[in-house]
């Protein structure tokens, strides 16, 4: 037994004088980084399942509230007279539409969930100059009205003025017989031959979240917006106009929109209009949420995971010491904990806080842990200052947008240059 035990002992001895070689750490450090990819991707999951959680609660609050807003304006409809197909109308759209909305963003929170919503009072003055001479047209039954869809909350509809006369909103019915929206429709009031304008006014409150979606459908549409949503995101095909644009407490802004194909004088019997429309599309959703800077975050987990690993093996180096395996692997679920206390407290308290009280309580426990390992107050702080910089380096890193993969490689390209500047006397 003695022989055979002599005969182990220098296998082991070789073995680990082969791990404390440069390039057996290397294939040391390699192996727990690819162990800690299992917790990892733990991490990952409850940051997915934690953001599709909130969403839940979020659409939630979006049925309630109410969603989107497509704003299509104001149409008048005359049904035909008697038709043996059913009951058919005429729509007619305005040659021109000036639209004033007023939105007022807030927040509504349901636990420690919470969603931007807006309230849009909306005003808006119209022309019609329909061609009355149609003689299937019922001039007795003509109304005015609002079309929406069927998922538009109205919280609040005034009267309708016709040429300085207001009427009640009758109802809400479907604008056609094949509903794809509905209408916000006057009691049916009778039209002269004769008449070749009609000026119309109303105004009306709209409860929603996400988007305003303004797609008129007058000849000619001019929309003015006030908010004191600080974050608005333009799109569609058509943007505000330059000179009206203005970002103080809120913005301001101003669309014209020209649908030239239109015909206005000439009904059509949908309530669609012809061709493809011009739209504007303001947001009203946060740019940015905590788990997208959570998800930004965790993409780098392995990065951070390596580099603070090389902090400890040049340490090493310079120290002539040997860190056992399991130290490394404590360290590595240290830095995979700091994911799991960023992502609860930032639910709570909002991301830069919480990166920073994260930030604070992981610098503090591998500080006391590579003194505690290292015996040396020198290296602890070296330690502490290497992981400060990386810390602080991906709090700007993952903030950025436009300008994060020049700075991210331009950050890299130092780092590699540190660490090729330690290791270049490096003997095999």
């Known amino acids: 037994m003695e022989n055979q035990s002599e005969t182990n002992k220098p296998e082991t001895n070789g073995f680990m004088k082969f791990l404390n070689a440069p390039f057996g750490r290397f294939l040391l450090i390699g192996t727990i980084t690819i162990l800690l990819l299992a917790p990892l991707a733990r991490v990952i999951f409850l940051i997915e399942e934690r953001k599709d959680r909130a969403e839940a609660i979020k659409e939630e609050i979006r049925s309630e509230w109410g969603s989107d807003f497509l704003y299509q304006g104001l149409v008048l409809r005359i049904p035909l007279k008697s038709h043996k197909a059913g009951k058919r109308y005429h729509f007619f759209f305005p040659e021109s539409e000036r639209t004033t909305l007023n939105v007022n963003a807030s927040s509504k929170k349901r636990g420690i969930y919470h969603v931007p919503v807006f309230q849009s009072t909306n005003y808006t003055a119209a022309e019609f100059i329909p061609n009355l001479n149609d003689p299937t047209l019922d001039l007795s039954k003509a109304q005015i009205g609002l079309l929406a869809l069927s998922e538009t909350r109205i919280s609040n509809m005034g009267k309708i003025e016709v040429n300085g006369k207001g009427f009640e909103i009758e109802q809400e019915s479907v604008a056609e017989a094949s509903p794809d929206k509905l209408f916000y429709a006057t009691a049916p009031f009778t039209i002269d031959k004769s008449t070749t304008q009609i000026a119309v006014n109303t105004g009306y409150t709209i409860n929603g979240s996400g988007k305003i979606i303004l797609k008129g459908f007058a000849k000619k549409s001019t929309y003015h917006m006030n908010s004191n949503w600080e974050n608005p995101s333009f799109s569609g095909t058509s943007l505000p106009n330059p000179d009206s644009f203005d970002l103080k407490k809120g913005f301001k802004s ?115 842990y590579a003194y505690s390992v290292l015996r040396s107050l020198k290296f602890a702080l070296t330690i502490l200052t290497a992981i400060s910089i990386l810390y602080g380096f991906l709090y700007v890193l993952v903030n950025l947008e436009t300008y994060a993969l020049i700075v991210g490689s331009m950050g890299l390209f130092v780092v590699l240059a540190a660490i090729m500047s330690f290791t270049r006397r490096l003997k095999v």
């Open 254 to 368: 101003s669309w014209s929109i020209m649908n030239i194909a239109q015909n206005t004088k000439i009904g059509i019997d949908h309530s669609k209009p012809y061709g493809k429309l011009s739209e504007a599309s303001v947001d009203f959703l946060e740019a940015i949420d905590q788990y997208q800077l959570n998800e930004r975050t965790v993409k780098y987990a392995i990065l951070v995971i390596l580099l603070t690993f090389t902090v400890f093996y040049l340490i090493e180096l310079i120290g002539k010491m040997s860190i056992h395996p399991i130290h490394y692997l404590m360290v590595g679920l240290s830095l995979i904990l700091f994911y799991v206390i960023l992502l609860s407290f930032s639910e709570q308290f909002g991301f830069a806080r919480s990166y920073l009280a994260a930030g604070i309580g992981i610098l503090s426990l591998l500080s006391w």
